[in-house]
């Protein structure tokens, strides 16, 4: 039976590290702060997903098309309202959706 043992170990996966998330700089700008205001301000700060409405203490202002995807970043068109678990499904999304363009 020991000889049956796997020769292979695993490998130390602690030395490994998540390189770090690097905020876009844009996002601290005055003219994305006026524009999230008035993205939120507009929804009177409730969640625009279809059927949800929550508000929250804290509500994401939402480039509809990512800026990642050439979306426009200071069209109020291109903003809404979203709650934290509204704003997870649709980024999540964009993301997969992304990937599958680049063939991954």
Known sequence: MKMLRP???CPDLSIA???ANEVNPFYSTPEYRAWRELVIGRALGRCQWPRCGRKERRM????IVELRDKGAPLDPTN??????KHHTI???RARATRLRGWGV
């Open 60 to 63: 994401f202002a939402d480039h």
């Open 79 to 84: 903003g809404q309202c979203l709650c934290g």
């Open 90 to 92: 649709k980024t999540l």
């Open 17 to 19: 590290r998540v390189p």
């Open 7 to 9: 020769r292979l170990t």
